[in-house]
């Protein structure tokens, strides 16, 4: 199983895109403003994931472990 996917907003496209691993290695993607971010995007359906809701329970799990609820 792979990890929480990077997503970033295209702004040509206008609108959200998940990265390729290894596409871009920021240390943004790292943060918990990134998980609730990406967590706000998965709930809003503004991106097609057929992982949605493993990605959600990730998010989840990862933001408990650092003490943190969304």
Same mark, same amino acid.
């Given at each position: 199983?792979?990890?929480?996917?990077?997503?970033?907003?295209?702004?040509? *496209?206008?609108?959200?895109? $998940? &990265?390729?691993?290894?596409?871009?290695? +920021? +240390? #943004?993607?790292?943060? %918990?403003?990134?998980? @609730? #971010?990406? &967590? $706000?995007?998965?709930? +809003?359906?503004? @991106?097609? &994931?057929?992982? *949605?809701?493993?990605?959600?329970?990730?998010?989840?799990?990862? &933001? +408990?472990? *650092?003490? @943190?609820? %969304?």
């Amino acid at each position: 199983m792979k990890g929480i996917h990077h997503v970033v907003y295209n702004e040509i *496209r206008e609108s959200f895109q $998940k &990265l390729e691993d290894g596409e871009d290695n +920021s +240390s #943004w993607f790292d943060t %918990a403003d990134y998980l @609730l #971010w990406y &967590l $706000k995007i998965l709930e +809003s359906d503004y @991106l097609y &994931l057929e992982d *949605r809701n493993t990605q959600k329970e990730m998010i989840l799990d990862e &933001l +408990s472990k *650092r003490g @943190l609820k %969304a």
